[in-house]
């Protein structure tokens, strides 16, 4: 599931660590012991974090993957460290420490993790997997021509709709911005909203308008270019949605969460793959999915790619081990990959081969997903921090709510979102 989105209700057995060794869990209580009470005998013991991943059985599945490794290598133990609420402000915060993990996922990739020398650069942990990866996974990871991560992953995004509800309409699945405000205006009645994007009416929207008329956010170079016209257009454009008071706000949950759609409240909702099967539980097979839509004519729709990823601790005592551990997992065992990636909702394998392979995804609405993701993918660049990302959504929210002059709303937000990033890049 995507970082940067409202998390699933959390569940889970544990809200700790777990010490796993010579293939076996040594403890089964919360621990942060890295010998568990045990005499295993490894030489190395990895930290190895995770968030709390909403969709029920990802803890038991990353620890029978620690399990596995351990068997395969029983010099190397393994401490699993489940994290709960705001993981990106813990990680941040110890990765400044000595408690810091030796591996640890981020989601949407940071690249200031990398010019601050706090992730360590692990080509040679691809070898001659790395053209099995997908181009969006390689180039998303790299900063400076050097890979920072192995994408464990991939979060697709995109949007959902009713399949019974349009038809009674008489209303086609929207492939144009004109024809979304046109359906969600005409799906909005007295009682009910015709689209969710999110419990402040903005989600992801900002940047879908920004994409999805040619626009881009930050260039490779670190220059900030959401200022453009097109995206000033395009996010001028989305006032209509507000306008017309089509959208769905303050739910009880928020857009990475399925239920507004599957309890009927909408008709459509931005959401992701992962909720796929508790939609097609709910839903059977009523419901589709489209691409965020093209502006105008010439632009391209819009499905946003995020997704978490593994890195190793530059600065770690444990280097070489836990290059070992993610080269084991992430590249070398397709089995376990495409297991993480089906089970437990749906993710897309980054690993084409494994992608191929991955029988839920090969049929219906999921490989429509898959194939969207190929076609019209979009990920926020390394440099998208909570800083830059915070002050578009600001300028972006402004904007749709018709709160102060648009251009010089974004001007100002060009200015400094530029600002933040030259600090990342040390300009």
């Known amino acids: 599931m995507s970082a940067r989105r409202t998390e699933l209700s959390r569940r889970g057995f544990l809200t700790g660590s777990l010490l796993v060794a010579a293939g076996s869990v040594l403890s089964t209580a919360c621990s942060t012991d890295p010998n568990g009470g045990s005499g295993s005998g490894a030489k190395t013991t990895l930290n190895v974090w995770y968030h709390a991943y909403g969709e029920a059985g990802t ?12 068997k395969a290598n029983p010099d190397i133990a393994v401490k699993v460290t489940w994290v709960p609420g705001d993981y990106s402000s813990k990680l941040n915060a110890t ?47 790299g900063v400076n021509g050097k890979l920072y991560g192995v994408k464990m992953i991939d979060d697709v995004m995109m949007l959902y709709y009713r399949k019974s509800v349009l038809s009674k309409a008489g209303i086609k699945p929207p492939t144009t911005f004109d024809e979304l405000v046109a359906a969600a205006k005409a799906l909005s009645t007295k009682k009910s909203k015709g689209l969710f994007v999110g419990n402040d009416g903005l989600g992801d929207t900002g940047t879908l308008a920004v994409f999805s008329n040619g626009g881009d956010l930050v260039t490779p170079d670190g220059k900030v270019a959401f200022g453009s016209a097109q995206a000033l257009e395009a996010l001028t454009g989305l006032k209509r949605l507000h306008d017309d008071k089509s959208l769905l706000l303050g739910f009880t949950t928020d857009w990475g969460d399925p239920s507004a759609f599957t309890q009927g409240v909408v008709p459509m909702q931005w959401c992701g793959l992962w909720a796929m099967p508790a939609i097609s539980e709910a839903l059977g097979d009523d419901f589709g999915v489209v691409p965020w839509p093209a502006f105008k004519t010439g632009a391209s729709p819009v499905v946003r790619v995020g997704g978490w990823t593994s890195c190793v601790n530059a600065k770690g005592k444990n280097m070489e081990a836990a290059k070992k551990f993610v080269q084991w997992l992430w590249v070398q065992q397709s089995d376990l990959q495409k297991d993480f990636a089906e089970s437990y909702g749906f993710h897309v394998p980054p690993r084409a081969s494994v992608a191929a392979t991955a029988k839920k995804l090969s049929s219906g609405a999921a490989k429509e997903s898959v194939v969207l993701s190929q076609k019209y993918g979009k990920h926020y660049p390394g440099t998208w921090d909570t800083a830059v990302s915070s002050t578009f959504n600001a300028a972006a929210a402004k904007i749709v709510a018709g709160e102060g002059d648009p251009a010089g709303l974004l001007a100002d937000a060009v200015k400094k979102a530029q600002g933040e990033i030259d600090k990342q890049r040390g300009a």
């Open 59 to 70: 803890q038991q599945a990353v620890l029978r993957y620690a399990t596995a490794f351990t």
């Open 95 to 141: 990765l400044l420490t000595a408690a810091a993990p030796d591996v640890f996922e981020i989601g949407d990739f940071n690249e200031n993790l990398a010019r601050r020398g706090q992730i360590a650069a692990i080509d040679d942990v691809y070898g001659s997997a790395k053209s099995d990866f997908n181009k969006n996974a390689v180039e998303s990871v």
